[in-house]
């Protein structure tokens, strides 16, 4: 079977136009267009695209990702050092969000004893300009 872009897309189960987005913005190689047909893809982009996505879901951004796949197997500290700023950045967002859902947990049990139909004490507290500077 020819491995044209639909193909591709197919066996990696992303979009054509996810492969398109990932050959504008250099991640992928695109084929050169024969006179009459389809672009074939090597089979190596395979490969890449799953290792595109399984960074993805590893919580890289794309450009992370292009970092990632310019270096190779002689650059493993390079690649750890790129990892482990990654688990610090998750880290930070772990403490940011635990923080946030800290205060929408109070919120939300100022609200649960404030049983008045007057009024909603989540919106009054959200509402409350004690903290502006004017």
């Known amino acids: ?5 639909g193909n591709l ?28 047909g389809y672009r074939h893809y090597p089979p190596h982009t395979i490969a890449r695209i799953r290792f595109i996505k399984r960074a993805q879901q590893a919580g890289f951004t794309l450009k992370e990702i292009a970092q990632l796949l310019s ?19 998750i880290d930070a967002q772990i403490k940011d969000l635990t923080a946030l859902h800290n205060v929408l947990d109070s919120l939300v049990k100022g609200c649960q004893n404030d049983s008045s139909a007057e009024h909603c004490s989540l919106i009054n507290a959200l509402s409350n300009n004690s903290d502006s500077k004017s």
């Open 1 to 5: 079977m020819k491995l044209t872009i």
């Open 9 to 36: 897309a197919k066996q990696t189960e992303v979009t054509v136009e996810t492969i398109r987005y990932y050959q504008r913005i250099g991640l992928l190689d695109e084929p050169g267009k024969p006179l009459s």
């Open 71 to 89: 270096l190779d197997d002689d650059h493993c500290a390079d690649v750890r050092k790129i990892a482990e700023q990654k688990c610090q950045q």
